[in-house]
T-cell receptor, first 110, second 117 residues
Framework: QKEVEQDPGPLSVPEGAIVSLNCTYSNSAFQYFMWYRQYSRKGPELLMYTYSSGNKEDGRFTAQVDKSSKYISLFIRDSQPSDSATYLCAGGSSASKIIFGSGTRLSIRP | GAVVSQHPSWVICKSGTSVKIECRSLDFQATTMFWYRQFPKQSLMLMATSNEGSKATYEQGVEKDKFLINHASLTLSTLTVTSAHPEDSSFYIC?????????????FGPGTRLTVL
């Protein structure tokens, strides 16, 4: 079992829809979690960083962490074609390296 | 803030030659830098972790003599692919982490595409 599991997609939604991206993890020691966006042939860009459980909102993006179920989510409101990319989730702790999911390919249809 | 640069952005070389890739944190000091490789439509594969002034820690299966890492300062790390072969062709991405005050997030460079002929 991978430490961080992520559905590879592809996920295709119409422009303006709410997108829900999800990951599960197995390492109960994870303390902080991140979402990255990666466009083709580019390096990943940090979107959200959350510490422990709870929600964090930044513009159209909301990250949720539920440590009790080891489930992390990223919601994108009012999705735009420019949001089309691969989204990577990641978890880590002070005692371990960051572990990335395999990424979910998202396509927003105009 | 939190900008990481990589140079070159792409490189083509002949088999058997060595290639050096630079990774710089431009506006923060990076306690730790990481090197990844990524094949098309696949996720990031961590190659090694380096801390300034100490030897890099390589992941299992990564040849330390082939992938030389030097973390010379808190803003610069280099990856040298020695005696490159076509199977080394890949997208190499570095990341840097401030590692201070609980800031453990990694900031990635734009990547370097290596093609070995």
């Amino acid at each position: 079992q991978k430490e961080v599991e992520q559905d590879p997609g592809p996920l295709s939604v119409p422009e303006g829809a709410i997108v829900s991206l999800n990951c599960t993890y197995s390492n109960s020691a994870f303390q902080y979690f991140m979402w990255y966006r990666q466009y083709s042939r580019k390096g990943p860009e940090l979107l959200m960083y959350t510490y422990s459980s709870g929600n964090k909102e930044d513009g159209r993006f909301t990250a949720q962490v539920d440590k009790s179920s080891k489930y992390i989510s990223l919601f994108i409101r009012d999705s735009q074609p420019s949001d089309s990319a691969t989204y990577l989730c990641a978890g880590g702790s002070s005692a371990s390296k960051i572990i990335f999911g395999s990424g979910t390919r998202l396509s927003i249809r105009p | 803030g939190a900008v990481v640069s990589q140079h070159p952005s792409w490189v083509i070389c002949k088999s058997g030659t060595s290639v050096k890739i630079e990774c710089r944190s431009l506006d923060f000091q990076a306690t730790t830098m990481f090197w990844y490789r990524q094949f098309p439509k696949q996720s990031l594969m961590l190659m090694a972790t380096s801390n300034e002034g100490s030897k890099a820690t390589y992941e299992q299966g990564v040849e330390k003599d082939k992938f030389l890492i030097n973390h010379a300062s808190l803003t610069l790390s280099t990856l040298t692919v020695t005696s490159a072969h076509p199977e080394d062709s890949s997208f190499y991405i570095c990341s840097a982490s401030p590692g201070a005050d609980g800031h453990n997030e990694q900031f990635f460079g734009p990547g370097t595409r290596l093609t070995v002929l």
